[in-house]
């Protein structure tokens, strides 16, 4: 089958790669139908994250299951499904508590790679999700976005406590944040302010329910925020980037009692723990457990409650990948969604 491989840092290649096999009775195999490049598979194509050999790439998606393991009995060969880019088991203690993405057994997708024509998706009853039928087509990109950026968002929210009477500010203008802005909006905050210096972003922040744009960053975008809340500070704020400059920015964004929610994969990001001590905010973070919202999210596009494929703004055919990484790359897309 065809799928993109990264073979060095700026290298993203659309080969003839192995087709999946079924290994385990739990597993399943899917027919992409839709993939997508996501802001964390920039980290190794742009060398941040070590490439060591050539990568498959990809942990989105949207398919058909086309085969399932002997043990699998909650999806069958036909169904449309959407999982998360972790896949776990759905029975272990972790997972029961709502932390799919800490799963014992859990493997997350970018090490098998979706940005294919098929994918192997292992604990296939923990992990996905059928659809209550064959989506209309213009609910595929919504669908695939809650495969990992909305629901990545909406954690974030969640973990932030957005809520009613509440004041979010929002870190980060890429899919996740402005996905982050549309959940808080779902779960009634009053106050969203989207903090973006880009025009076309800043009006997508406004759409999904943003009600102040702030384009100061570090120290200066604090100071914002404080002046926008009576000196005092969001009462949820997310971080949606994972730099030293943006998770800084975040608590220090954040009132004392308030909550960070921090859902950007962290790199060589070092908070003082005296600066955390005194700030007495709440801090929860990490790989998303999207597993958790997903019949929810689901729920919300099947009925068209929510247009979160809105982020999806440049579409190629898996082969033309590469293009579709540059663009991300080059800050010319938001997010590429890829059809195999
Ligand atoms: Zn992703
Ligand atoms: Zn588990």
């Not at 549309?182 to 025009?199: D, P, T, V």
Request: proline fraction near 6%; aromatic fraction near 6%.
């Amino acid at each position: 089958m065809r799928g993109a491989v990264l073979q060095s840092p700026g290298d993203v290649r659309v080969d003839e790669i192995a087709d999946p096999q079924i290994t385990t009775g739990t597993d399943a195999i899917i027919r992409v139908t839709a993939t997508c490049v996501c802001g964390s598979d920039l980290w190794p194509y742009r060398g941040v994250e070590p490439v060591e050999g050539p990568m498959p790439m990809g942990h989105e998606y949207v398919g058909v299951v086309e085969q399932v393991g002997s043990a699998v009995t909650s999806v069958e060969p036909g169904q449309y499904v959407v999982g998360s880019f972790v896949a776990s088991c759905g029975s272990c203690e972790f997972c029961r508590a709502g932390y799919p993405s800490s799963c014992v057994h859990r493997v997350f997708m970018a090490q098998v790679g979706t940005q294919s024509e098929r994918a192997l998706i292992p604990h296939a009853d923990g992990t996905l999700v059928a659809l209550p039928g064959e989506p209309d087509a213009d609910l595929i990109p919504s669908l695939l976005a809650a495969s990992d950026v909305l629901g990545t968002g909406w954690f974030g929210a969640v973990a932030a406590e957005a809520g009613p009477g509440k004041t979010v500010a929002v870190v980060g203008d890429g899919a996740v944040g402005l996905l982050a802005v549309l959940a808080a909006q779902q779960l009634g905050a009053q106050r969203i302010i989207a903090m973006s210096r880009h025009e076309p972003r800043q009006r997508l922040a406004r759409e999904f329910g943003a009600t102040d744009i702030v384009t100061e960053r570090g120290d200066d975008g604090v100071a914002t925020i404080k002046d926008l809340t009576g000196g005092l500070g969001a009462h949820s704020v997310v971080e949606a980037v994972g730099t030293q400059e943006s998770m800084q920015q975040a608590l220090r964004a954040t009132r004392p009692g308030g909550h960070m929610g921090f859902v950007g994969v962290n790199h060589d990001v070092a908070l003082s723990g005296e600066e955390l001590f005194f700030s007495q905010v709440h801090v929860l973070g990490g790989p998303a457990p999207v597993r958790r919202f997903l019949p929810e999210l689901i729920e919300l596009i099947w009925h068209r409650e929510i247009n979160p494929g809105k982020v999806f703004d440049l579409t190629l055919p898996l082969e033309q990948a590469a293009e579709g990484y540059r663009a991300m790359d080059e800050r010319r897309a938001i997010k590429t969604l890829l059809t195999p």
